[in-house]
């Protein structure tokens, strides 16, 4: 029996009680990817189902392996889907060519992990915020419209008009970060994903570059996809937020609700593994200790894949896929669904996580 969706749970759209809401932005569902050959393919997308709206931002969470990287590269049309569909804006990215494929290509953009690999060290910071106009001739078409654009990002990031000839050795960690920034506001995107644009900063230097990436969202209304391993990251800039296991969305809704009410135990166990100041020096006893490790993706278990390390797990959980639990938004978060995969789900409240 395969695994229920989380779309259906989640989506928006006509409603009996009011008018139609508009489509999201971005609408992936149901989406596969598997590479190898023969036999022995390793699924890094299973039925995958995610969605974001216009100027909100999507937190994609989940250890390491989980598909998040994949998730990416399909939604930035670098990898082509096995199966499912992939909406941008209602338009399917894949059956573009030419002319139409190049246009859309401007609407979504990346901010990489990594913000001293990421930059050409040859390049000037006005060179590399002007790449993209190389292919795109028509966004910026004069070298006089270039060099006032180029300003303007600079400043829009945070740094000086003066930076524009400096180059990346001069700069910091995180003013590297902010010329990646730049780069990616070029050709005026509406979407731009975001694979662990801080982990590579220090902590005062993670909290100025996640405020541009704010400020940004509020002047320009742009839309992220945020992937990070730093849940306290997550809960900060994150609307929505979808938890990743073994290839598969386990658990989606509203940020708050999804910390603080967790619905599958694997996304309990991850926000009790998030670190926490604690003056005592003593061990906290709510931290969740699974057991065993994460299974290969080359076999991923029967029934919920999960279930090799939940203590919840019984013998319904090895012969059955698990189905949708839909819990409502409290009075916070609004009436919009949070929803997860799981036989036995948590208590509402935070007792059993």
């Known amino acids: 029996m395969p695994e229920t969706p989380l779309t259906d749970a989640t989506a928006t759209g006509p409603r009996a009680d009011g008018p139609a809401t508009p489509p999201p932005l971005l609408e992936v569902r149901g989406v596969t990817?598997?590479?190898?050959?023969?036999?022995?393919?390793?699924?890094?997308?299973?039925?995958?189902?995610?969605?974001?709206?216009?100027?909100?931002?999507?937190?994609?969470?989940?250890?390491?392996?989980?598909?998040?990287?994949?998730?990416?590269?399909?939604?930035l049309g670098l990898e082509r889907p096995d199966s499912g569909t992939v909406r941008f804006d209602g338009i399917d990215p894949f059956t573009l060519r030419g002319k139409e494929l190049l246009a859309w290509r401007r609407r979504v953009q990346m901010v990489f992990q990594d913000p001293f690999a990421s930059l050409n060290a040859r390049m000037s910071a006005a060179d590399l915020i002007g790449e993209p106009w190389r292919t795109h001739r028509d966004i910026v078409p004069t070298a006089q419209a270039r060099e006032r654009r180029v300003r303007e990002l600079l400043s829009l990031v945070g740094l000086r008009e003066s930076d524009a000839h400096r180059y990346p050795n001069e700069f910091s960690g995180g003013q590297r970060q902010r010329i990646g920034i730049a780069r990616a506001l070029a050709l005026d995107p509406d979407l731009i994903v975001c694979d662990e644009p801080v982990s590579a900063l220090d902590l005062s230097v993670q909290a100025q570059v996640l405020n541009v990436l704010s400020e940004l969202r509020e002047r320009l209304g742009v839309s992220y996809v945020f992937i990070s391993h730093d849940l306290s990251v997550v809960r900060h800039v994150s609307d929505r937020v979808t938890v990743m296991y073994l290839g598969k969305v386990i658990e989606q809704g509203p940020t708050e609700d999804v910390f603080d009410r967790p619905v599958h135990p694997y996304t309990a166990a991850l926000m009790s593994a998030a670190p926490t100041l604690d003056v005592s020096g003593q061990a906290q006893d709510d931290e969740i200790q699974l057991r065993g490790e994460i299974p290969s993706p080359y076999d991923i278990p029967s029934g919920c894949r999960f279930r090799t390390r939940c203590w919840k797990s019984e013998a319904r959980c090895a012969e059955l896929a698990p189905p949708v639990v839909i819990r409502d938004g409290t009075a916070d978060t609004g009436p919009e669904p949070h929803a997860g995969l799981c036989h036995f789900p948590l208590a509402a409240g935070p007792a059993e996580a």
């Open 33 to 75: 990817k598997s590479f190898g050959q023969g036999r022995r393919r390793l699924t890094a997308l299973d039925g995958v189902d995610v969605r974001v709206e216009r100027g909100q931002t999507l937190g994609l969470v989940g250890e390491s392996g989980c598909g998040k990287s994949t998730l990416a590269r399909v939604v």
